[in-house]
T-cell receptor, first 114, second 114 residues
Framework: ETGVTQSPTHLIKTRGQQVTLRCSSQ?????VSWYQQALGQGPQFIFQ???????GRGNFPPRFSGLQFPNYSSELNVNALELDDSALYLC?????????????FGQGTRLTVV | AQSVSQHNHHVILSEAASLELGCNYS??????LFWYVQYPGQHLQLLLK??????LVKGIKGFEAEFIKSKFSFNLRKPSVQWSDTAEYFC????????????FGKGTTLSVSS
């Protein structure tokens, strides 16, 4: 167990809807990153939050947005869901935002868009 | 854009066989290199990492990897695999300007038969 918990574990949404995924980071970690893992692919970086500010973003459209709260937990919001958004969404937390810091991953939320 | 290539999609070995999984990345600057493993039903976890110094790094469970800068490679090795090594293995790269953001390869599924 890494201490990074994600909720829910699975959910099904309809195209066009909005979804919020949640991540509770490991104690003492102030940095959270989100990844999208499509079937048969490696995780793709969506964005990173450090002390409640977004400080890095991958190649994802603005309908993917996030928040980090004072307790360093985080949310990933996706608006106007598309079928291609079906994937495993992973959250990772780390003690700092420096590149050499190990990231600890949660077990993910499996999102299915129908 | 930076990318990571893993040469083998699926590797099948018998117990006690030697393992080498290939990983190449495309980026000319300073990189930090990682191998992550995902056992069936579990979260991604770090096997080993390279930041600087000795290009031969040792990780958990008898795994090691060698960074060859001239070949942009970071291959994972284990002299003698066990059935419990059955898992998916991901090579990942981080560049210093990108915080903790990781660029993952597509992964290699390793199946070890007893």
């Amino acid at each position: 167990e890494t201490g990074v918990t994600q909720s829910p574990t699975h959910l099904i949404k309809t195209r066009g809807q909005q979804v919020t995924l949640r991540c509770s980071s490991q104690s003492g970690h102030n940095t959270v990153s989100w990844y999208q893992q499509a079937l048969g692919q490696g995780p793709q970086f969506i964005f990173q939050y450090y002390r409640e500010e977004e400080n890095g973003r991958g190649n994802f459209p603005p309908r993917f947005s996030g928040l980090q709260f004072p307790n360093y937990s985080s949310e990933l919001n996706v608006n106007a869901l598309e079928l291609d958004d079906s994937a495993l969404y992973l959250c990772a937390s780390s003690t700092t935002s420096t590149p050499t810091t190990e990231a600890f991953f949660g077990q993910g939320t499996r999102l299915t868009v129908v | 854009a930076q990318s990571v290539s893993q040469h083998n999609h699926h590797v099948i070995l018998s117990e006690a066989a030697s393992l080498e999984l290939g990983c190449n990345y495309s980026y000319g600057g300073t990189v930090n290199l990682f191998w992550y493993v995902q056992y069936p039903g579990q979260h991604l976890q770090l096997l080993l990492k390279y930041f600087s110094g000795d290009p031969l790094v040792k990780g958990i469970k008898g795994f090691e990897a060698e960074f060859i800068k001239s070949k942009f490679s970071f291959n994972l090795r284990k002299p003698s695999v066990q059935w419990s090594d059955t898992a998916e293995y991901f090579c990942a790269v981080n560049i210093n300007q990108a915080g903790t953001a990781l660029i993952f390869g597509k992964g290699t599924t390793l199946s070890v038969s007893s």
